[in-house]
């Protein structure tokens, strides 16, 4: 059994991964073979943003809609559910100081 200090990457990402398809603890540590205890400390330091989420990584760049813009779309998403990805740009698009293009809108769309 392996601690949470000896996992690695890979380790730590199928630890993510298989209690985000709702795995249980106990599962989870006899897939990844490591204690419950390492599952739920790497289960809860992604969950409150300590270990990065490689999924979003950046070039360095500044991200185009932030997380109050993620909070406006959601909410553009849920007033419409059947918008395409060119009206809920629009809708971002409205009030807006900087604009988003359709690409930045269907990233943040599908990855919430």
């Known amino acids: 059994m392996q601690k949470r200090s000896d996992l690695s990457d ?59 813009g993620e909070r406006r779309l959601r909410r553009c998403v849920r007033a419409n559910r059947c918008a395409t990805v060119e009206q809920l740009t629009a809708q971002m698009n409205q009030r807006a100081t900087k604009s988003v293009s359709s690409s930045s809108v269907l990233a943040d769309h599908v990855h919430p």
């Open 10 to 68: 890979v380790q730590k990402g199928m630890i993510i991964g298989f209690r985000a398809k709702g795995g249980s603890i106990s599962e989870t540590a006899n897939f990844v073979n490591c204690s419950r205890a390492a599952v739920v400390k790497v289960y809860r330091a992604w969950q409150y943003g300590t270990i990065q989420n490689q999924r979003r990584g950046t070039c360095g760049a500044p991200r185009a809609v932030d997380d109050r």
